[in-house]
């Protein structure tokens, strides 16, 4: 029991990873529509880069949190993955960097439109590499051709096989669909009409094309995993499967009536429900021949994890409800032109006293001592004088530039 | 059954790459930690100037505040991309290491997940809600951001002191058992030093690349108050950190040649086992000593034991398949040093003007050398970490496990390598064309005050 709850933790942020960040993936897709369109392409790229700008790094933190679970709670299991599926995985890790820099540099410097067309490029290219990657790694391990080992499995065709280029497939036709349909959301709140027509056509196309391909996909894996088939044809799997597929046809026509944010909701479920419905299918195996109990760390260390997980909960749940209330709210949409409010200038008796000063050096003093001559108890005393040493000097050095500036003012420096 | 099915699945492989992969890793790890040390000290300060901001009202520092979190956003950013490479490669290259010790240190990567959570949310609040959120509201946004940053930090160097100085686990069949990983992790008594040591780091490497672009604006003819407070910010945290990292350097230096002696004699060269060693500044060593090399009598007794007549391990205290690349680790050591005294002497001149003269530094020479000081403090930061990583060779997990067995047994290592490097170089491209377009037209990012206005703050050009 105790060995399957990390293994929940996973799933959940797997979904929360395919859900948040596939959104923001398939913003890569619709730049490359776009950048073949001409015309709307500047304004999309920046619609997509308001929407997406403060969300997208707290997004791909799930990617980590999954990775970190996965090998403090499963470390056999996450070795023998990442060393079958290294290739897959590089292509992913390149697809990241090259996708955040052009991201995180975009962001904050606004370029000419011409400079633009690079980093656009480069941002759709890798937008796109990156789910095809990631997915085609989770066809490997879903279609057992990851087995247990150092780079024990084939490092070509466990991620090059149908399964594997189904899934990848798939996961850029539903980021892209939902990502169309965060930004129409987004567009909605905005009342951005002209958006919100051309999105809801987007949404709608990659709606029809993903759920397509998920309906033909089902044959693939009939033909080439037939224990996922078999899984999701009988009994509680069927049952998630056609849970997924309800959704994913209640979110069409969500979409199709202009209620974005419902829609939204509902494709995520469709998502969820097809993850859960791979790991109802799979288990008790983890890999061919390796049960999750068994891939499973040490009690102390499940306990640890599981401990730290839910302190970790208490702080993460209010801070995402807190950033996405913000963002899905429109606080941070571009206002009007409105500099900072200045704020109120308190009065300020500067100068400061020597005995702070002799306070800051006596503490410089004790923690040196401390520190280069102490041991145990005195040397983190010792230490802990040098870091208050530390902030206190650094006052008293970076303050007074006001007071200094009223001086030379008055004093007329030749 | 477990443990015999780890064992004779992950025995060690015959990577004939091995020298790749290292250095794919440690690749990645030179362009992550400078981002790391602007994770651990920007926060802090571009708090300060906001709460300079708030309790003066004077718009100088408003615009600091704004113009800091903008460059602090995209470093983590770039911080977070990296950062994920990094969790990639230790499966994708360490497979060996992740199989049979994942368990023990995996639970730092896990609470610095957490942290790394908290930061990216309120990293994007803080900036995406300037002048959007009330004054205070936001000045309070900036602290779990400063927090998390520190968290973070520690979270990952308790993992790297472990490895240095690994417990809190039962060898079994090449696998760990019986783990204890809060002890493992945070009752390890290499891990303060090695925290508190990269914390002043994070100020000593951010401070000075900022003061760095301030100065570079004085040379060009920018000296307005923008630039003088931006640079008092800076360049303040920078000179007082540095010197501390002399006196934070005895404890580590202490600690080291208690825990890991071999290291030391690594970063000293000492072949044999010494009593009353001598320090050798510069020289080489030659397999049985340091020749050429200037030689100070007692010195490394002295520094490493707080005794002249102290006996120092040498090399000969392990067999030689055990021992580190001795001229790396100690041409790294003697770079961090040798830059850490050049930064200290800049940082004594900076402080005695700035608290005795009460004004900036007059001289261009000594805003040369601020600008200079950026990316030698960069340089310093990486050769610390090729000191205390290249000294623990041939092991990853010291005394446990050898990095030949850690390493995947993937082909294609080299087209990897060269994979990351291009897109290192491309990176590095782009950012570099940014800096220069940004040196080009600052005042469009930065809306710092008119340029050619005269002003008596501090220092008067």
Known sequence: MLANIPMIFILVGLAAYIVLAGADFGTGFWTLVFYRKGGDRAKFADSLHNTMGPVWEANHVWLIFILVVCWTAYPVAFASITSTLSVPLLIAAVGIISRGAAYALRSQFAAAPKERLIDDRVFALSSVLTPFALGAAIGGIASGRVPVGNAAGNLVTSWLNPTSVLIGVLSITTCSYLSAVYLAADAWRRADTDMIHVLRKMSLRAGVAAGTLAMFGLLVLHADARPIWNGLTNGFGACLLCLSIASGLVALILVWRNKFGLARVSAALAVATIVAGWAVTQQPCLLPGLTVAQAAAGQSTLIAIIVSMAFGAVVLVPSLALLFGLSLKGRFDASPSEDIPTPKIANQPQGHSSKLASFTVGNLLAGTAGTVFGSGWIQTLGVLCLCLFAALAFALAAIPVDSLEKKATTQKVP | ?461
């Open chain 2, 1 to 461: 059954m477990h443990a015999i099915l780890a064992t004779t699945l992950f025995a060690p492989v015959n990577q004939s790459y091995l020298f790749q992969a290292r250095q794919m890793q440690a690749l990645s790890f030179s362009v992550h930690i400078p981002l790391v040390c602007f994770g651990i000290a920007f926060p802090a300060l571009v708090l300060f100037a906001e709460w300079r901001y708030l309790r003066t009202g004077q718009p100088v520092f408003g615009q600091i505040a704004k113009t800091w979190s903008k460059a602090m956003i995209t470093l983590f950013g770039v911080g977070v991309v990296t950062g994920t490479i990094l969790s990639f490669e230790f499966g994708l290259l360490w497979p060996g290491m992740m199989a049979s010790f994942g368990n023990v240190f995996g639970l730092g990567f896990a609470l610095e997940g957490f942290s790394f959570f908290v930061e990216a949310i309120f990293i994007a609040i803080y900036v995406y809600g300037w002048d959007r959120l009330a004054p205070k509201a936001h000045f309070l946004c900036g602290f779990p951001v400063a927090i998390a940053g520190v968290t973070g930090s520690f979270f990952v160097i308790s993992t790297n002191a472990w490895m240095n100085h690994p417990s809190g686990f039962v060898l079994k069949d090449g696998r760990a058992t019986d783990v204890h990983p809060w002890a493992a992790l945070f009752g390890n008594p290499y891990l303060w030093h090695e925290f508190v040591h990269m914390y002043f780091a994070g100020y000593v490497v951010t401070g000075f690349i900022v003061a760095g672009y301030y100065a570079w604006r004085y040379l060009q003819g920018n000296w307005s108050r923008y630039e003088q407070t931006g640079l008092t910010i800076a360049l303040s945290a920078a000179a007082i950190a540095t010197p501390l990292q002399g006196i934070i350097g005895d404890w580590v230096a202490r600690d080291v040649a208690q825990m890991q002696p071999v290291k030391l004699a690594a970063m000293e060269g000492v072949g044999q086992t010494t009593n009353r060693a001598p320090e050798h500044l510069l020289g080489w060593y030659n397999g049985q000593e340091v020749v050429y090399g200037i030689a100070v009598p007692h010195m490394l007794s002295l520094l490493a034991f707080h005794d002249p007549n102290a006996t120092v391990k040498g090399l000969d205290a392990v067999p030689f398949d055990q021992r580190p690349p001795v001229n790396v680790v100690r041409f790294a050591f003697q770079t961090m040093v040798g830059i850490a005294s050049l930064l200290s002497l800049v940082s004594v001149i900076y402080l005695y003007v700035r608290f005795r003269l009460k004004r900036l530094p007059a001289t261009p020479w000594f805003y040369r050398t601020v600008v200079l000081a950026g990316p030698l403090s960069v340089v310093a930061l990486i050769a610390g970490w090729i000191t205390t990583e290249v000294g623990r060779q041939p092991w990853v997990v010291f005394g446990f496990m050898r990095t030949a067995q850690a390493v995947t047994g993937a082909k294609g290592i080299p087209v990897g390598y060269g994979t990351l490097i291009l897109v290192y170089l491309g990176l590095g491209t782009v950012a570099a064309w940014l800096l220069v377009k940004l040196g080009r037209a600052p005042t469009k990012l930065s809306n710092a005050p008119s340029e050619g206005k005269p002003s008596g703050f501090i220092y008067a050009r």
